[in-house]
């Protein structure tokens, strides 16, 4: 852990991670604007640009070499596209978007130069130039037409050059823009002026003139095009930046053509490259942030809790002392410092909870590329709609969820949206939609995964289970259609029969609840026959820490999250009735199903006239009242895994340190539902623990 | 957890430059077990226990050891020895098993043994029908001269503790 080529290793995968995120979302963008038939967004083609070239750079430094000839042949390609020079089209789109999977795979590799991979990149490479350099037909060129001045025309760069033509023959008219800026904060200034002008007006390049300007400020000429009339953009701009003027297009062409493609190099440092501003960028971008592993994270977690431990070690030494009048004054003020203390690290344990937040943006974008391509090999049209992408969650979980969502994803397309065809005949508009929501309810975040397609049959399901003999027929007699839908969770009820290169890779419904059970979730699903599907999965914000209901099962304390609990009640053993040998209550009316902790535990329950208690718990669409002896109280208290070889023993999701090394179990509510639910007319009677 | 345990036992210690293995030798009912000191971590005083209740019998329970959640198994139980009149934990010793830190409860650490290479009979010599964790057995001498010579089983700690359910 401490080498530090590791370190520097795990950086540059990193680094060249969110590279290729940033490559994979900005392909979407384009590929929307395309799709839509809207010229492409020059800077967009110029972000695209900009990652894979700083994806070279460092691949190169650490000698990832397959990585970097991908990058470098895809650079030319983007090269040819931003001056012109090729038109953006399908094969181009898929190759660019191919790239993005083969930079993941060459990135996950153990061996970055390994040479079997050697084959594929070069055939790829093939393929990338190919495409590349088909020019656009030529024109005469417009340049010519207008009065920009040879002065001008001979300083800019090839890609001005090209975009003042693409400008020009796109019927934008062409303005001058003279701003006085301050010299010391031009940098500033100019990315200002980027961002007012980015939706009215394109900046070509600017100039420092001749005249105007002192020693603390510098007049530019901006070269500007622009679609919005004269009149608008001198509203817009003159007073604030400076003055206005069009440049008019010409009956007769100057008689000297500049000369277009040489830079003269004297002049070249007036003219900030786009390489420059790559540099300034990324280098702004280290100095604001900085990357932290997540296991430092968790370390930091630990020295909180322990602090929280020693907080209450030294109330409890404090107690201790009360009653002794000497020390009354003193006490009070101890007191009053304590709860200072406490909100302090209230404060610290937050804040940490806070850096661990990122958006679920971060996995949904990775969702757009997978929808495109399935929709892609499947024929089908998918819009994907997403909303929530701010929600922020604990980054585990988020990692932990990109494979269960994606599998959900991928059932959508797969088994939800109908073909094209049947979509028409039905009346349904071609284009499918799937839509990928999250929201904040509770102390949980809620993620739907919903599609406009066939939806589930749930008859044809309860007859797969039970020919499957997962189920035998008499029960699914009783099955109501909810819990037909539910079947489709049974471990292999989707098998090898309808597998398909989308949804069915060994993976199926059961480990996506399994999955989102182990991280402390739910799933539900709600299907309507004809209309579409909708798989809810409700999960806590965050793992690390929870607020927990600590209760007394015997002589033990457990502690149960409290993101799970409704409410707590007094247990009546008169008010207990059985259905088909399950206990229940009624509460408010309602039939409330009951589970006693003490036998499910093997513990002795403590004195049965004592007063216990009913904690009503709520998962998903079901609840369940667990008895349990006593309330202790509430606390916040981080769970600790249980490790591997306790793993496997089924109700609890870890410990908890409560002072004093005192240890409480976790009740794995999620878990301790889908038994009870899940597992047969009885819980599994337990043998009484030595 | 430590990374690289040693998961081949019996290494000889380098500082001793004779090949002399080093070896944490604990009672168990009335045998005495030998762990390589190349896998334990730590010998501690019993810390306050809680049970996990639907765990098999050989786990005794969870005990916290400087903020980490260790899983406490009883080596006695374990090794399905006979125990008369047992007396409550004596010693745990944490033990390394590669992917996890395990906490074996024994009755008492007899003591730290440096092994001649000469005191070791390994299993694969023997006859007796062994289970695999274990290695082997050494005899020490008894430190009163009367009596006989101790024999130490020698355990394999992966072998016996990974991969336990």
């Not at chain 2, 998961?7 to 009335?30: E, K, N």
């Not at chain 2, 406490?72 to 047992?86: A, G, I, N, S, Y």
């Amino acid at each position: 852990m401490s080498d530090p080529r590791d370190n520097v290793q795990q950086e540059f995968l990193a680094e060249a991670q969110e590279l290729v995120e940033a490559l994979s979302r900005d392909l979407l963008l384009l590929d929307e604007a395309h799709q839509r038939a809207e010229r492409p967004d020059s800077s967009l083609i110029n972000e695209i640009f900009r990652s894979v070239h700083t994806l070279k750079g460092i691949a190169g430094m650490f000698g990832y070499k397959h990585v970097g000839t991908i990058a470098h042949a895809l650079e030319d390609l983007l090269d040819d596209l931003r001056l012109g020079r090729t038109d953006i089209g399908g094969p181009l789109l898929d190759v660019l978007f191919d790239s993005v999977e083969r930079f993941q795979r060459l990135l996950a590799l153990d061996d970055p130069q390994a040479p079997e991979e050697a084959a594929g990149v070069d055939a790829y490479v093939v393929a990338v130039r190919s495409i590349g350099a088909q020019p656009p037909a030529e024109e005469g060129d417009p340049l010519n037409q207008y009065a920009i001045g040879s002065a001008v025309l001979s300083v800019l760069t090839e890609y001005e050059e090209h975009r003042l033509r693409a400008c020009i023959r796109e019927g934008m008219q062409l303005y001058r823009l003279r701003a006085t800026f301050d010299l010391t904060a031009i940098d500033d200034s100019i990315e200002a002026l980027r961002d007012v002008v980015h939706d009215d007006a394109e900046i070509i390049t600017y100039l420092p003139s001749l005249e105007g300007g002192n020693d603390e400020s510098i007049e530019l000429v901006v070269l500007l095009a622009s679609r919005v009339p004269e009149t608008e953009l001198k509203a817009h701009f003159e007073g604030q930046y400076g003055t206005v003027e069009a440049i008019e297009e010409q009956k007769h062409p100057p008689t000297v053509p500049p000369t277009l493609t040489s830079i003269p190099p004297g002049s070249q440092s007036l003219l900030p490259e786009p390489e420059d501003e790559t540099a300034q960028a990324s280098l702004r971008s280290l100095a604001n942030s900085v990357r932290v592993d997540i296991r430092k994270l968790d370390d930091l977690m630990n020295v909180v809790g322990e602090l929280s431990l020693v907080r209450s070690a030294v109330g409890r030494a404090v107690a201790g002392l009360d009653g002794d009048p000497k020390y009354r004054q003193s006490l009070r003020e101890l007191d009053r410092l304590g709860r200072g203390f406490e909100r302090q690290l209230f404060e610290l344990r937050t804040r940490i909870l806070d850096v661990r937040m990122v958006p679920l943006g971060q996995v949904f974008s990775k969702f757009a590329r997978i929808v495109r391509q399935a929709a892609r090999e499947h024929d089908k049209q998918v819009r994907l709609v997403i909303t929530g992408a701010n929600t922020e969650m604990d980054k585990l979980i988020v990692e932990e969820l990109a494979d269960p969502l994606m599998h959900l994803v991928r059932n959508a397309i797969d088994h939800g949206i109908e073909s094209v065809e049947t979509r028409m005949r039905l009346a349904k508009p071609a284009e499918g939609t799937l839509a990928l929501n999250a929201y904040h309810k509770g102390r949980n975040v809620v993620i739907e995964v919903e599609d406009d397609g066939g939806g589930m049959n749930a008859q044809k399901l309860r007859e797969k289970a039970v020919s499957r003999g997962l189920l035998t027929a008499e029960d699914s007699q009783d099955l109501t259609r909810q819990g037909m839908l539910d079947l489709v969770f049974l471990p292999g009820l989707s098998t090898n029969a309808e597998v398909t290169d989308l949804s069915g890779r060994g993976v199926g419904m059961d480990v996506v609840k399994t999955n989102i059970l182990r991280m402390g979730g739910v799933v539900s699903i709600a299907s309507e026959h004809g209309i579409g599907t909708k798989i809810t999965v409700t999960l806590p914000i965050t793992l690390a820490i929870i607020r927990a209901l600590i209760i007394k099962v015997g002589a033990r304390l457990f502690a149960l999250p409290i993101s799970a609990v409704r409410e707590a009640i007094p247990f009546a053993p008169r008010d207990v009735h059985t259905i088909q040998g399950r206990k229940v209550i009624t509460m408010r009316g309602e039939t409330l199903p009951i589970c006693d902790l003490a036998p499910l535990f093997g513990l002795r329950a403590a004195d049965q006239q004592a007063s216990r208690f009913v904690i009503v718990c709520e998962m998903g669409n079901q609840e369940l009242g667990f008895v349990v002896d006593q309330l202790v109280g509430q606390e916040d208290v981080i769970i600790k895994s249980l490790g591997p070889t306790l793993s496997s023993v089924c109700g609890f999701a870890g410990a908890a340190d409560l002072g004093n090394q005192k240890l409480a179990l976790v009740l794995d509510a999620p878990a301790l539902f889908s038994e009870y639910f899940d597992g047969g007319e009885a819980l599994p009677s337990v043998e009484a623990h030595a | 957890m430590t990374a690289g345990a040693q998961r081949a036992t019996l290494v000889p210690d380098p500082d001793s430059g004779d090949g002399t293995v080093p070896v944490v030798a604990v009672l168990a009912g009335s045998e005495i077990y030998g762990f390589p000191l190349s896998a334990v971590r730590e010998i501690l005083m019993p810390p306050p226990l809680t049970e996990v209740p639907r765990s098999a019998e050989h786990f005794l329970g969870v005990i916290a050891v400087r903020g980490e959640i260790i899983t406490l198994v009883d080596l006695p139980t374990l090794l399905k020895l006979e125990v008369l009149d047992r007396q409550p934990l004596g010693r745990v010793i944490l033990v390394d098993v590669g992917d996890e830190l395990i906490g074996v409860a024994v009755d008492r650490v007899v003591q730290v043994s440096q092994l001649q290479p000469d005191q070791i009979e390994y299993a694969s010599a023997m006859s007796a029908d062994l289970s695999e964790y274990v290695i082997g057995v050494a005899r020490i001498p008894s430190e009163s001269s009367s009596a006989v010579d101790q024999m130490v089983i020698l355990i394999d700690p992966g072998a016996l503790l990974g991969g336990l359910t």
